[in-house]
């Protein structure tokens, strides 16, 4: 069993940026491929980042490449997402997720076993 508990979201201006942290619990997080998606209002939830267990493979939606940055500290039992240069199209609900699979890199909302609570970032024009 894995919890997760998201931090660090908040209101930020066009230009700004923002580092996401999601504190886990369990012996095993360290195996456990990461993932970082979000959710805007009345839309679907959408995959940003994964990392896979060893920190040695990350991914990116197209979008997000060159802007966000996600590493992972697993002494720390922690995975950060580091947002650059937001937008506002960037507003959403941010949720960090983990995967049983330690070489996942989905980014199908199903493909993950647990999931935080979210944390909401606003991106003001």
């Known amino acids: 069993q894995v919890q997760l508990v998201e931090s660090g979201g908040g209101l930020v201006q066009t230009g700004g940026s923002l580092r996401l942290s999601c504190a886990a619990s369990?012996?095993?997080?360290?195996?456990?491929?990461m993932g970082w998606f979000r959710q805007a209002p009345g839309k679907e939830r959408k995959f940003v980042a994964a990392i896979s267990w060893s920190g040695g493979s990350t991914y990116y939606a197209d979008s997000m490449e060159g802007r966000f940055t996600i590493s992972r500290d697993s002494a720390e039992n922690t995975v950060y997402l580091q947002m650059n240069s937001l937008k506002p199209e960037d507003t959403a609900v941010y949720y960090c997720a983990a995967d049983r699979n330690p070489y996942g890199s989905s980014p199908e909302v199903s493909k993950y076993d647990y999931w935080g609570q979210g944390t909401q970032v606003t991106v003001s024009s």
């Open positions: 369990g012996r095993t997080f360290g195996r456990y491929a």
